[in-house]
């Protein structure tokens, strides 16, 4: 006999799920160290994650690259141990290190059992106060480096994702790839790597999140034993000239032979500390913010143009932009940046209740799962530090969603949304690419794989 499912009314709902929002604690070193702690005694391990505010924004203009290859070396041997004997002793103790560097900071992410804490953070603190910035080490990352740019030149979302910044900030500190550029990563020497350290990672003004099995005490006392070295200078980044968005303007990006066109079309938006951030993450939510979004439904499901698309506000400290993305069937490019167009003109025009309740409810019940893990957690405590937000912020996240109107989503729409003052970047074959885009647009401007005008 075989069952079957009655898929004429829908099952009932379930028991509302529990979700417990981690408390964070602002502990203090004696020497100014800030520590945001959760409490998680569920399992025997520990998260911290350190960050300064020294990204890719401070390299110098003919040194594009240079936080990223710091990022690199400062855990290539620290102290009495060289590169191979450090990340010897980190796997003995079954820990993971990982460092990387974005455009505003540069950060690291320590995961460790309990047992094996205090000596994870010993090792830490021997990379992050005595790194040894040896010549060979250099000579191998950059190396790396340079081959990981020749391999990076080759790809399409690559290129358009860096044009389309380099053509929204102009020339200021966030319109290049932290990777930096071949030839600017090619005149960077072992003694800029330590000099960048010395000027804007050695006493910077550092902050600490730690997430795990372990009491208040026992970690002030712990960071103490082993950070009391770092004298932090709580200085200021330069700030950002001013940015305005311009008149629609329409690039393409050559690569040969190619069976996609990847596509972004954006522009400047509000910065994250914006009153409106919550009309914003739920109009977005609508336009391109989840796979039933107006934009994935029309280039995906109703066309077949692509696998997927959508959309996003990208947050920087000291700026931010609007994005769509996309990679197409290189036939259908224009039939696509068209179909965006129309997209982001209608949600300015109407936007129903219906689909407000039904973002609002998926941003809500999404929320419990950015917390399931340790290093979620940690790294969702990162923007506080980065906006300067309420260490309590996410005690009212899902009520300040709750609450906004349907008015403001659509005040949101119109406040942030500009489809005439647009960067359209297209990367594909040009004899396929030009002639479509010319239906678009009688002025079509030409870059190179770096975003540079041709």
């Known amino acids: 006999m075989i069952n079957t499912v009655d898929r004429s009314t829908p099952p009932e709902s379930g028991e509302k799920i529990s979700f ?46 240079l936080a990223f290859l710091t990022s690199l070396l400062i855990d290539e041997g620290a102290a009495e141990y060289d590169a191979l004997q450090l990340n010897n002793e980190i796997e003995k103790l079954g820990s993971v290190l990982m ?12 995961l460790s059992l309990k047992e094996n804490f205090e000596r994870s953070v010993e090792l830490f603190s021997k990379i992050i106060l005595r790194p040894r910035f040896e ?13 990981r740019l020749i391999q990076l030149s080759d790809e399409p979302s690559f290129i358009a994702s860096s044009a389309f910044e380099k053509q929204i900030f102009q020339n200021v500190n966030y319109a290049f790839p932290e990777i930096g550029y071949p030839e600017t990563v090619a005149t960077i020497s072992n003694e800029d790597v330590i000099g960048f350290y010395k000027n804007f990672i050695e006493e910077a003004d550092i902050k600490i999140v730690v997430v795990g099995a372990l009491d208040e005490n026992e970690l002030i006392d712990l ?14 980044v330069e700030a950002l000239p001013a940015l305005q968005r311009s008149a629609t303007k329409f690039f393409f990006c050559h690569k040969q032979d190619s069976a996609q066109a990847e596509i972004r079309i954006g522009h400047l938006s509000k910065n994250r500390n914006a009153g409106d951030f919550y009309s914003a993450r739920i109009m977005n939510t609508i336009l391109g913010g989840q796979f039933s979004s107006r934009i994935n439904l029309n280039l995906r499901e109703r066309r077949g143009f692509t696998y997927g698309a959508g959309s996003s506000f990208d947050y920087y400290k000291d700026a931010a932009l609007f994005e769509v993305s996309t990679a197409v069937n290189i036939k259908n490019t224009a039939e696509a940046i068209t179909e ?29 799962s950015r917390f399931e893990t340790y290093t979620q ?25 709750d609450k906004v109107t349907s008015g403001e989503v659509k005040l949101a729409a119109e406040e942030n949304i500009f489809p005439d003052q ?7 074959d040009k004899k396929e690419i030009l002639p479509q885009l010319k239906t678009l647009s009688d002025d079509i401007i030409e870059l190179d794989i770096y975003g540079n005008r041709i």
């Open 20 to 65: 417990e929002i981690p408390q964070i604690k602002v502990l203090e070193l004696n020497n100014g160290i800030e520590i945001y702690f959760v409490q998680k005694d569920k399992l025997p391990i520990v998260q911290t994650f350190a960050m300064t505010f020294s990204g890719s924004r401070l390299d110098p203009s003919d040194k594009k690259g």
């Open 99 to 110: 460092i990387s560097s974005d455009h505003d900071n540069f950060s690291f992410s320590l």
């Open 135 to 147: 010549e060979k080490d250099f000579n191998r990352e950059k190396k790396k480096t340079l081959d």
């Open 223 to 236: 960071f103490e034993k082993y950070l009391s070295g770092w004298r932090q200078k709580r200085g200021s």
């Open 340 to 368: 965006i167009f129309n997209e982001l003109k209608g949600i300015k025009e109407n936007i129903s209740e219906e689909e407000i309740n039904f973002a609002k409810s998926y941003l809500i019940k999404q929320f419990p």
């Open 377 to 401: 957690i940690a790294k969702n405590i990162s923007p506080i530090i980065i906006h300067s937000l309420p260490v309590d912020y996410y005690n009212s996240y899902t009520a300040d969603l």
């Open 422 to 428: 647009s960067v359209v970047i297209a990367v594909g």
